[in-house]
C-alpha cells in the first residue's frame, strides 16, 4: 500500500510574525493594521505594540512641524543676500552702525529706517524686521528689496505684487487698526503699522 507524502504547509508571508514586525519598524502605519487583523497576540500586548509603533512614527513628524527653518544660516550669508538684490535692483544701500547682541544684530539702512535680524544661539537668522519712519519712497524700496532677497525666484513684477497684496498701495486701508500678512514660496511677510514706532515689515518662514 502505497504512502501518500505528507505534504508541509508553509505559513503565509503575510500571516508571519516577523513580516508583521518589520512593518512596525519600517512603517507603523501597515504593521498596527498586521498586527490588529492576525490577532495572536492579546489585546493588551496589542495595545501596547500600537501606541509604541504609533510614537515612533508621529513623534519625528512632530519634531520637524515644530522646527522652523531659519531664513538664512547666519549673519553673512544674509549679507551676501543683501548685497546681491541690492546689486541686482541698482540701489546705494548698504548697512551702517551693525550692532551685534544675544538674540539681535540690529543695522540702518538709513536714519529713518532700521533693520533687525533676529537670530538662534547658533547665529541662524530666523527673521527680519524693518522699521520704517515717514512715509517716504526709500521705505517701499526697503520692502521691495527684501522681498526680492529672501523670494530670489520671483522678477520685480511678482515682488510688485506681493507688496500690492500687503496693501501698501491701498490709501484707505487703516494700518492704524489693521496688519496683513502675505505667504509666498514658504516665506511669510507681515505689514503693521504702529504711531510710536512706523511701519513694522517682518519677515520669516513658514513651518
Known sequence: MLHEPKLKHRTSILKSTWFMWFWLIIFPPVGIFLVWKRGRLTKMKRTIA???????????????MATTLPLYNN????????NKEVKN?????SLENIKKEEETITSKLDKDITLIENIDEKGAVHELVMVGQGEGMDIVLSMGLLIGMTNPNLNQSQVGTVLKELRLFDESYQYQNNETTVEKNTIRYNLKYDQSVGVIFSISKVN
Open 50 to 64: 500600537t501606541v509604541i509603533a504609533t510614537a515612533y512614527f508621529v513623534f519625528p513628524i512632530i519634531i520637524v
Open 75 to 82: 549673519h553673512e550669508e544674509f549679507i551676501e543676500a543683501f
Open 89 to 93: 535692483l541698482d540701489l546705494s544701500y
